[in-house]
């Protein structure tokens, strides 16, 4: 169970832009089983003073959203820790997951990172990490993974798991949990094809 997925909710899209909640689950990409979760709130006054910012047009987004995703944003601010705090106890929580090995302090060979794209949660997350003071991630970044990518390969896929979502949308949990289910069962169906192509070139020799 070395997989793990990443999911922000931000006041921005870019790197360097607020992060509010950091959630990541971990999970096994083989059965979907999941494993150890992660879900804490960031103060945006705290952020600011780092010197990350908002950007004006995702908070005018959040304003469009319905009441209960307006309203966890505004449930994160009532005792969240410091942008310093939850990064650390990120950290901390990776290197102590079940089932992964530890290659050296920080650094996980056989951890797999899930988000939404190297620009999105990967970028933000690992400007964060930079802008407090950590010389590298928490991770390995030859091990990053994209959602957005494994989506263009099966799209019907996602459309049928999107249809029948369970959760709350925009809560960290529930959409990382989310992915995982329809991330789970587009890399079943690309080894389904791996094993059918192994099949007939057995046949044709």
Same mark, same amino acid.
């Given at each position: 169970?070395?997989?793990?997925?990443?999911?922000?909710?931000? &006041?921005?899209?870019?790197?360097?832009?607020?992060?509010? =909640?950091?959630?990541?689950?971990?999970?096994?990409? =083989?059965? #979907?089983?999941? #494993?150890?979760?992660?879900?804490?709130? +960031?103060?945006?006054?705290?952020? &600011?003073?780092?010197?990350?910012?908002?950007?004006?047009?995702?908070?005018?987004?959040?304003?469009?959203?319905?009441?209960?995703?307006?309203?966890?944003?505004?449930?994160?601010?009532?005792?969240?820790?410091?942008?310093?705090?939850?990064?650390?106890?990120?950290?901390?929580?990776?290197?102590?997951?079940?089932?992964?090995?530890?290659?050296?302090?920080?650094?996980?060979?056989?951890?797999?990172?899930?988000?939404? #794209?190297?620009?999105?949660?990967? #970028? &933000?997350?690992?400007?964060?990490? *930079?802008?407090?003071?950590?010389?590298?991630?928490?991770?390995?970044?030859? *091990?990053?993974?994209?959602?957005?990518?494994?989506?263009?390969?099966?799209?019907?896929?996602? +459309?049928?798991?999107?249809?029948?979502?369970?959760?709350?949308?925009?809560?960290?949990?529930?959409?990382?949990?989310?992915?995982?289910?329809?991330?789970?069962? +587009?890399?079943?169906?690309?080894?389904?094809?791996?094993?059918?192509? *192994?099949?007939? =070139?057995?046949?044709?020799?």
């Amino acid at each position: 169970m070395n997989n793990v997925m990443i999911d922000l909710e931000s &006041l921005g899209q870019e790197p360097g832009n607020v992060i509010v =909640t950091l959630s990541a689950v971990q999970f096994d990409i =083989t059965t #979907g089983d999941i #494993g150890k979760v992660f879900h804490e709130s +960031i103060s945006i006054e705290d952020s &600011l003073k780092e010197g990350l910012t908002i950007d004006p047009s995702t908070v005018m987004w959040w304003m469009t959203q319905n009441e209960n995703a307006r309203m966890q944003m505004v449930e994160t601010q009532n005792n969240p820790d410091s942008l310093v705090e939850v990064l650390n106890k990120f950290a901390t929580w990776l290197n102590h997951l079940p089932h992964a090995t530890v290659r050296e302090l920080y650094r996980k060979s056989d951890i797999v990172m899930w988000g939404r #794209g190297p620009r999105f949660d990967m #970028g &933000l997350l690992s400007y964060a990490y *930079k802008l407090i003071g950590y010389k590298k991630t928490p991770w390995d970044f030859r *091990k990053e993974r994209c959602v957005r990518t494994y989506e263009s390969i099966c799209p019907d896929i996602k +459309i049928e798991y999107d249809k029948n979502r369970i959760g709350v949308l925009h809560n960290g949990v529930d959409d990382a949990k989310h992915e995982i289910k329809y991330v789970v069962k +587009i890399q079943q169906f690309i080894n389904n094809l791996i094993n059918l192509d *192994k099949t007939l =070139t057995k046949l044709k020799d």
